[in-house]
T-cell receptor
């Protein structure tokens, strides 16, 4: 099946620094990528939807200046957490949608990135 | 609005036991319903899905039936294996909305030999 990778898998940073997380579709072209955030024992919360070559669409309550999303190619999307603070510590998961080939709408998920802000 | 309520875990079972993980949803119209599974260290994988009322999704011995009258999509397996130990997520996609998924909290399943 299709594979989505995330890098890094874990990151620890100091408060006030910025952190970039990469999401790659390894064997398919992803026209749309999604970024989720998951708190312990909570559901995945969609943060934003990004379409290749256009600006991301953010969910209500998500600060777009804080969580910068770039989807510059059909295989790569990045999430940058700017001026990170301890409350940004969380598990960030991306998914990639292969497209509308033959009417399918299948999402493939990355393994997630654990961010800890000290 | 759209939401998914999933039974809280963890669920601990002996091998060959029967499994049920409850999932109910709130949505307008006729959403598509999904179960995803996440094995340790891996991304979520689609386990099964159903796109309309009374549909039954099945895969790897797991089944779930889309019940419109009870707004439920409970996951079942007749005989679990140690290899089924994972976190299971119920999710819905609103009707007519491509890609947008709403997830439940996830249920940790541990199966002992």
């Amino acid at each position: 099946g299709a594979v989505v990778s995330q890098h890094p898998s874990r990151v620890i940073c100091k408060s006030g620094t910025s952190v970039k997380i990469e999401c790659r579709s390894l064997d398919f072209q992803a026209t749309t990528m999604f970024w989720y955030r998951q708190f312990p024992k909570q559901s995945l919360m969609l943060m934003a939807t990004s379409n290749e070559g256009s600006k991301a669409t953010y969910e209500q309550g998500v600060e777009k200046d804080k969580f910068l999303i770039n989807h510059a190619s059909l295989t790569l999307s990045t999430l940058t957490v700017t001026s990170a603070h301890p409350e940004d510590s969380s598990f960030y998961i991306c998914s990639a949608r292969e497209g509308l080939r033959q009417g399918t709408d299948t999402q493939y998920f990355g393994p997630g990135t654990r961010l800890t802000v000290l | 609005g759209n939401s998914v309520t999933q039974m809280e875990g963890p669920v601990t079972l002996s091998e060959e036991a029967f499994l049920t993980i409850n999932c109910t949803y709130t949505a307008t119209g006729y959403p598509s319903l999904f179960w995803y599974v996440q094995y340790p260290g891996e991304g979520l994988q689609l386990l099964l899905k159903a796109t309309k009322a009374d549909d039954k999704g099945s895969n790897k011995g797991f089944e779930a039936t889309y019940r419109k009258e009870t707004t439920s999509f409970h996951l079942e397996k007749g005989s679990v294996q140690v290899s089924d130990s994972a976190v299971y997520f119920c999710a819905l996609r609103p009707a007519g909305v491509l890609g947008r998924l709403y997830f439940g909290r996830g249920t940790q399943l541990t199966v002992w030999p």
